[in-house]
């Protein structure tokens, strides 16, 4: 299995407008046909005016033969194309091995949280071994939607998406984690294998499969 995350960039203020082209025509043309869509979130807090979506495909050449095939869908080309190129600044892709495999939150709806995290060169396995052997003392206070290794574009990350009932019960959560003595175990172990980390809080559009 093999997950592709876009991030689209629009122009200021243009966001909704995607979403909604994506949420009805996108949708009415492609549906789960073309790769299966598990989450579409618009972001909150963090970079601004984007849009990210989440996709499952069983291998990279199934990704290849259905992109091409969407490529050539005249639906595609001449309905949904024309509506987001004039509203669309930059394009954004990860082609993601997964280590928890997506999975939607027991409850909804939800607020969601993109971490981004670069480890050291060669760290990544490292460091999600270190998290995995953790998780049963992080899933106390929240539970991830999903964890990742980039594959492509850039090497030597880790993704990784959390819901929230809200942006509060994000704060308590993480609070109480950092206050476990099991969590600081692995902070500490795991901790010094990142370079950068990043941020996101997103808000599920209408059509997200994930709310």
């Known amino acids: 299995m093999i997950h592709e995350l876009r991030i689209y960039t629009a122009k200021p203020g243009m ?13 009415a043309i492609r549906g789960d046909n073309y ?10 807090i963090g970079p601004l005016n984007q849009v990210v979506h989440l996709w499952t495909y069983s291998d990279l050449n199934e990704r290849a033969r259905l992109r091409a095939e969407l490529g050539k869908n005249e639906r595609w080309t001449k309905e949904y194309l024309p509506l987001i190129r004039p509203i669309l600044v930059r394009q954004d892709i990860r082609l993601m091995n997964p280590v928890i495999a997506p999975r939607k ?24 071994n270190h998290i995995l052997e953790a998780m049963p003392v992080r ?7 999903g964890l990742w290794i980039s594959e492509a574009g850039q090497p030597n990350e880790v993704v ?36 950068e980390m990043s941020s996101t809080v997103m808000l599920p559009s209408a059509h997200s499969p994930m709310k």
Request: charged residues 30%; hydrophobic residues 40%; positive net charge.
């Open 105 to 128: 939150p027991d409850k909804e709806p939800n607020i969601y949280e993109l971490r981004v995290y670069r480890t050291k060169p060669g760290a990544a396995k490292e460091w999600c």
């Open 160 to 195: 990784h998406i959390w819901a929230y009932p809200d942006l509060n019960a994000r704060a308590a959560a993480r609070a109480a984690a950092v206050a476990d003595p099991g969590w600081q175990a692995f902070l500490k172990k795991a901790g010094p294998l990142l370079e």
């Open 139 to 145: 899933e106390k206070y929240s539970k991830p939607v």
């Open 15 to 27: 966001v909704p407008e995607m979403a909604k082209n994506s949420g009805t025509v996108a949708r």
């Open 35 to 44: 790769g299966k869509l598990e989450g579409y979130w618009m972001t909150e």
